[in-house]
T-cell receptor, first 115, second 111 residues
Framework: ETGVTQSPTHLIKTRGQQVTLRCSSQ?????VSWYQQALGQGPQFIFQ???????GRGNFPPRFSGLQFPNYSSELNVNALELDDSALYLC??????????????FGPGTRLTVL | QKEVEQDPGPLSVPEGAIVSLNCTYS??????FMWYRQYSRKGPELLMY????GNKEDGRFTAQVDKSSKYISLFIRDSQPSDSATYLC???????????FGAGTRLAVHP
Protein backbone atom coordinates (compact mmCIF):
# COMPACT_ATOMS: atom_id res chain seq x y z
CA GLU A 1 0.00 0.00 0.00
CA THR A 2 1.21 3.50 -0.84
CA GLY A 3 -0.18 5.34 2.16
CA VAL A 4 -2.34 7.53 -0.09
CA THR A 5 -6.02 7.14 0.66
CA GLN A 6 -9.06 8.43 -1.20
CA SER A 7 -12.72 8.70 -0.36
CA PRO A 8 -15.28 7.74 -1.31
CA THR A 9 -14.48 4.61 -3.28
CA HIS A 10 -17.48 4.95 -5.56
CA LEU A 11 -19.88 7.77 -6.23
CA ILE A 12 -22.94 8.18 -8.44
CA LYS A 13 -24.16 11.64 -9.37
CA THR A 14 -26.51 13.12 -11.93
CA ARG A 15 -25.67 15.59 -14.63
CA GLY A 16 -25.45 19.17 -13.36
CA GLN A 17 -24.65 18.24 -9.78
CA GLN A 18 -21.46 19.08 -7.91
CA VAL A 19 -19.06 16.59 -6.34
CA THR A 20 -16.16 16.70 -3.87
CA LEU A 21 -13.54 13.96 -3.80
CA ARG A 22 -11.01 13.66 -0.99
CA CYS A 23 -7.44 12.52 -0.73
CA SER A 24 -5.08 12.00 2.17
CA SER A 25 -1.45 12.16 1.09
CA GLN A 26 1.36 9.95 2.25
CA UNK A 27 3.03 11.27 5.38
CA UNK A 28 5.74 13.82 4.61
CA UNK A 29 4.53 14.54 1.08
CA UNK A 30 3.84 18.20 0.36
CA UNK A 31 2.76 17.98 -3.27
CA VAL A 32 -0.46 16.44 -4.52
CA SER A 33 -1.62 15.93 -8.08
CA TRP A 34 -5.00 14.86 -9.40
CA TYR A 35 -5.61 12.76 -12.50
CA GLN A 36 -8.69 11.67 -14.40
CA GLN A 37 -8.65 8.18 -15.91
CA ALA A 38 -11.48 7.39 -18.31
CA LEU A 39 -12.28 3.74 -18.97
CA GLY A 40 -9.63 2.15 -21.19
CA GLN A 41 -7.43 5.25 -21.10
CA GLY A 42 -4.34 6.36 -19.24
CA PRO A 43 -4.58 8.95 -16.47
CA GLN A 44 -4.80 12.59 -17.56
CA PHE A 45 -3.25 15.31 -15.42
CA ILE A 46 -5.81 17.73 -13.97
CA PHE A 47 -3.70 19.91 -11.65
CA GLN A 48 -1.21 19.87 -8.83
CA UNK A 49 -0.97 21.65 -5.50
CA UNK A 50 2.12 22.58 -3.55
CA UNK A 51 1.93 24.26 -0.18
CA UNK A 52 -1.80 24.87 -0.60
CA UNK A 53 -1.48 26.63 -3.95
CA UNK A 54 -2.23 25.37 -7.43
CA UNK A 55 1.02 25.42 -9.40
CA GLY A 56 0.25 23.48 -12.55
CA ARG A 57 -2.86 22.64 -14.53
CA GLY A 58 -3.71 20.37 -17.42
CA ASN A 59 -6.32 20.88 -20.11
CA PHE A 60 -9.36 20.92 -17.81
CA PRO A 61 -12.01 23.66 -17.51
CA PRO A 62 -12.36 25.89 -14.43
CA ARG A 63 -15.28 23.84 -13.12
CA PHE A 64 -12.55 21.47 -11.93
CA SER A 65 -11.05 23.04 -8.84
CA GLY A 66 -9.12 21.91 -5.84
CA LEU A 67 -7.89 22.62 -2.36
CA GLN A 68 -4.90 21.47 -0.38
CA PHE A 69 -4.93 21.75 3.39
CA PRO A 70 -2.05 22.32 5.84
CA ASN A 71 -2.12 18.66 6.82
CA TYR A 72 -1.55 17.80 3.11
CA SER A 73 -5.00 16.36 2.61
CA SER A 74 -6.72 17.68 -0.48
CA GLU A 75 -9.99 17.90 -2.34
CA LEU A 76 -11.05 17.84 -5.95
CA ASN A 77 -14.28 19.66 -6.70
CA VAL A 78 -16.18 19.34 -9.94
CA ASN A 79 -19.14 21.61 -10.66
CA ALA A 80 -21.89 21.20 -13.24
CA LEU A 81 -21.13 17.53 -13.81
CA GLU A 82 -21.27 16.22 -17.36
CA LEU A 83 -21.65 12.65 -18.55
CA ASP A 84 -18.03 12.68 -19.80
CA ASP A 85 -16.84 13.34 -16.26
CA SER A 86 -17.50 9.68 -15.49
CA ALA A 87 -14.06 8.28 -14.72
CA LEU A 88 -11.65 7.07 -12.07
CA TYR A 89 -10.14 10.05 -10.24
CA LEU A 90 -6.68 9.46 -8.86
CA CYS A 91 -4.66 11.55 -6.50
CA UNK A 92 -0.92 11.19 -6.18
CA UNK A 93 1.49 12.64 -3.68
CA UNK A 94 5.24 13.19 -3.50
CA UNK A 95 7.80 15.35 -1.80
CA UNK A 96 8.85 18.37 -3.83
CA UNK A 97 12.57 18.78 -4.29
CA UNK A 98 13.32 15.11 -4.71
CA UNK A 99 14.40 13.49 -7.93
CA UNK A 100 12.42 11.69 -10.55
CA UNK A 101 12.86 8.35 -8.82
CA UNK A 102 10.96 9.68 -5.80
CA UNK A 103 7.96 9.98 -7.94
CA UNK A 104 4.31 10.11 -7.24
CA UNK A 105 2.51 7.56 -5.14
CA PHE A 106 -1.02 7.02 -6.32
CA GLY A 107 -4.09 6.32 -4.28
CA PRO A 108 -6.64 3.67 -5.32
CA GLY A 109 -8.94 6.26 -6.86
CA THR A 110 -12.58 7.26 -6.65
CA ARG A 111 -14.87 5.87 -9.33
CA LEU A 112 -17.34 8.59 -10.32
CA THR A 113 -20.38 7.76 -12.44
CA VAL A 114 -22.48 10.60 -13.83
CA LEU A 115 -25.99 9.66 -14.98
CA GLN B 1 -1.08 12.99 -33.55
CA LYS B 2 -1.21 11.97 -29.92
CA GLU B 3 1.79 12.81 -27.79
CA VAL B 4 2.06 9.18 -26.65
CA GLU B 5 0.82 6.09 -28.48
CA GLN B 6 0.42 2.74 -26.76
CA ASP B 7 -1.39 -0.33 -28.05
CA PRO B 8 -4.20 -1.07 -25.56
CA GLY B 9 -4.15 -4.81 -26.23
CA PRO B 10 -5.37 -6.94 -24.60
CA LEU B 11 -2.32 -9.16 -24.67
CA SER B 12 -2.76 -12.74 -23.51
CA VAL B 13 0.31 -14.95 -22.99
CA PRO B 14 1.05 -18.28 -21.28
CA GLU B 15 2.99 -18.38 -18.05
CA GLY B 16 6.74 -18.24 -18.66
CA ALA B 17 6.50 -16.28 -21.90
CA ILE B 18 8.55 -13.18 -22.67
CA VAL B 19 6.32 -10.14 -22.96
CA SER B 20 7.13 -7.02 -24.95
CA LEU B 21 5.22 -3.80 -24.28
CA ASN B 22 5.86 -0.68 -26.31
CA CYS B 23 5.16 3.04 -26.57
CA THR B 24 6.02 5.69 -29.09
CA TYR B 25 6.16 9.37 -28.29
CA SER B 26 6.43 12.55 -30.31
CA UNK B 27 7.81 15.11 -27.83
CA UNK B 28 11.59 15.37 -28.11
CA UNK B 29 11.67 17.25 -24.79
CA UNK B 30 10.82 14.11 -22.82
CA UNK B 31 13.91 13.22 -20.81
CA UNK B 32 12.67 10.54 -18.42
CA PHE B 33 10.81 7.41 -19.30
CA MET B 34 8.68 5.48 -16.87
CA TRP B 35 6.63 2.34 -16.70
CA TYR B 36 3.75 2.00 -14.28
CA ARG B 37 1.75 -1.10 -13.46
CA GLN B 38 -1.91 -0.84 -12.53
CA TYR B 39 -3.82 -3.73 -11.06
CA SER B 40 -7.58 -3.79 -11.29
CA ARG B 41 -9.20 -1.40 -8.79
CA LYS B 42 -5.83 0.02 -7.78
CA GLY B 43 -3.83 3.13 -8.58
CA PRO B 44 -0.74 2.95 -10.81
CA GLU B 45 2.56 2.01 -9.16
CA LEU B 46 5.98 2.84 -10.54
CA LEU B 47 7.79 -0.18 -11.96
CA MET B 48 10.84 1.33 -13.59
CA TYR B 49 12.22 4.60 -14.81
CA UNK B 50 15.16 5.43 -17.01
CA UNK B 51 16.84 8.52 -18.35
CA UNK B 52 19.10 7.53 -21.18
CA UNK B 53 18.89 5.45 -24.30
CA GLY B 54 19.75 1.79 -23.87
CA ASN B 55 18.63 -0.89 -21.48
CA LYS B 56 17.95 -0.93 -17.76
CA GLU B 57 17.32 -4.20 -15.99
CA ASP B 58 15.53 -4.88 -12.71
CA GLY B 59 14.90 -8.53 -11.97
CA ARG B 60 12.58 -9.95 -14.62
CA PHE B 61 11.92 -6.49 -16.07
CA THR B 62 13.99 -4.66 -18.68
CA ALA B 63 13.24 -1.13 -19.87
CA GLN B 64 14.62 -0.13 -23.23
CA VAL B 65 14.75 3.37 -24.70
CA ASP B 66 15.55 4.44 -28.24
CA LYS B 67 15.51 8.23 -28.23
CA SER B 68 16.37 8.51 -31.92
CA SER B 69 13.19 6.57 -32.80
CA LYS B 70 11.17 7.96 -29.88
CA TYR B 71 10.34 4.41 -28.88
CA ILE B 72 10.38 2.75 -25.48
CA SER B 73 9.81 -0.85 -24.50
CA LEU B 74 9.28 -2.92 -21.39
CA PHE B 75 10.21 -6.58 -21.47
CA ILE B 76 9.00 -9.07 -18.90
CA ARG B 77 10.86 -12.38 -18.72
CA ASP B 78 9.37 -15.56 -17.28
CA SER B 79 5.96 -13.91 -17.00
CA GLN B 80 3.77 -14.93 -14.08
CA PRO B 81 0.01 -14.82 -13.54
CA SER B 82 0.71 -12.12 -10.93
CA ASP B 83 2.00 -9.93 -13.78
CA SER B 84 -1.54 -9.69 -15.12
CA ALA B 85 -2.28 -5.98 -15.02
CA THR B 86 -2.37 -2.87 -17.18
CA TYR B 87 1.03 -1.43 -18.03
CA LEU B 88 1.29 2.29 -18.62
CA CYS B 89 4.20 4.18 -20.10
CA UNK B 90 4.59 7.66 -18.64
CA UNK B 91 6.70 10.73 -19.32
CA UNK B 92 7.32 13.61 -16.90
CA UNK B 93 6.49 16.88 -18.62
CA UNK B 94 7.17 20.30 -17.19
CA UNK B 95 8.09 18.92 -13.80
CA UNK B 96 8.03 15.56 -12.11
CA UNK B 97 4.47 15.98 -10.90
CA UNK B 98 2.90 16.18 -14.34
CA UNK B 99 3.00 12.84 -16.08
CA UNK B 100 1.84 12.19 -19.63
CA PHE B 101 0.54 8.63 -19.79
CA GLY B 102 -0.04 6.23 -22.61
CA ALA B 103 -3.42 4.54 -22.84
CA GLY B 104 -2.07 1.41 -21.14
CA THR B 105 -1.71 -2.16 -22.39
CA ARG B 106 -3.78 -4.79 -20.62
CA LEU B 107 -1.78 -7.97 -20.06
CA ALA B 108 -3.17 -11.36 -19.03
CA VAL B 109 -0.77 -14.18 -18.14
CA HIS B 110 -2.57 -17.48 -17.94
CA PRO B 111 -1.23 -20.58 -16.13
Amino acid sequence: ETGVTQSPTHLIKTRGQQVTLRCSSQSGHNTVSWYQQALGQGPQFIFQYYREEENGRGNFPPRFSGLQFPNYSSELNVNALELDDSALYLCASRSAGTGVKDTQYFGPGTRLTVL
Amino acid sequence: QKEVEQDPGPLSVPEGAIVSLNCTYSNSAFQYFMWYRQYSRKGPELLMYTYSSGNKEDGRFTAQVDKSSKYISLFIRDSQPSDSATYLCAFPSGGYNKLIFGAGTRLAVHP
